[in-house]
C-alpha cells in the first residue's frame, strides 16, 4: 500500500467490469487525460481526503482505499476501498483492510474510523466484520447512481425489493460500521493470542 499517484489513476483504466447488474455503478470509469487528471486532484490534494494505492505480491495494482471527511481534531475518517472487479474473491479486502488498519490507528494516531456499506453488498460486509468493524445503524439513504434503471428494467426485477423511490430519489439501505482505537487493539492482541495457541 501506498500513497495514490497519478499514474496508478491510468493504471486504473484498465480494470475489469462488475458482471453483476447491481454493482455496474461501481465500475471505474472510463475517462480522457483531462478527466483522470481532474479526479486525481480532487482524490489526492484535499484537507479532508487522503487516497492510498493497494498493490498484490507481484506488484499489480488492485484497488485503493479512499479516506475521507477525516476531522484531524477529532481524529476521525470514512473508509472507501475499490477493487478492480477482476481481483474479487481473493483475499485483497481484509489483508489490504488490516493493513491499512494499523497505518491509520498507530502512525496517525486516529480513534474512530467510519464507513457505510449498501445492505446488498455482502461480500464487503463480511470483509468489513472479519477485520472487526462493528454495525452501529441501518438506514435508508440516497443510492449513489442515481441513473440506475432499478425501477424501469426487468433485469434488476429481483433486486427492487431493495430500493424505494423517494420524492424522485433512488434510495437504499446502508449498513453504518465504526472500529474505535480500542476495538482495534483489542483486535489485535485477540489475534496475536490466537497466533500463539498455534505455534
Partial sequence: MMKLQRKHVDSMQEWGKHQEPL??????????????????????FSFSKRCYAIFNLEG???????????KWFRKVGELGIVFDPD???KGYGSD???????????VLKMKKLNLKVSYFNKRAQRCYEKCG??????KLEEFEDQRLPI????????????FKLDKGLIKC???????????????????????????
Fill in 23 to 44: 454493482f455496474y455503478g461501481y465500475n471505474f470509469p472510463k475517462m480522457n487525460r483531462q478527466e483522470r487528471n481532474y479526479w486525481y486532484q480532487i482524490k489526492a
Fill in 60 to 70: 499489480q495494482l488492485v484497488g485503493y482505499i479512499a479516506l475521507r471527511d477525516i
Fill in 87 to 89: 481481483q474479487i474473491n
Fill in 96 to 106: 489490504s483492510l488490516n493493513t491499512f488498519l494499523i497505518y491509520y490507528f498507530e
Fill in 133 to 138: 468493524f462493528k454495525i452501529v445503524t441501518v
Fill in 151 to 162: 425501477f424501469q428494467e426487468e433485469l434488476y426485477l429481483p433486486y427492487r425489493e431493495l
Fill in 173 to 199: 439501505q446502508f449498513i453504518h460500521m465504526m472500529m474505535t482505537k480500542e476495538m482495534y487493539k483489542k483486535n489485535k492482541l485477540s489475534t496475536l493470542s490466537t497466533e500463539h495457541l498455534c505455534i
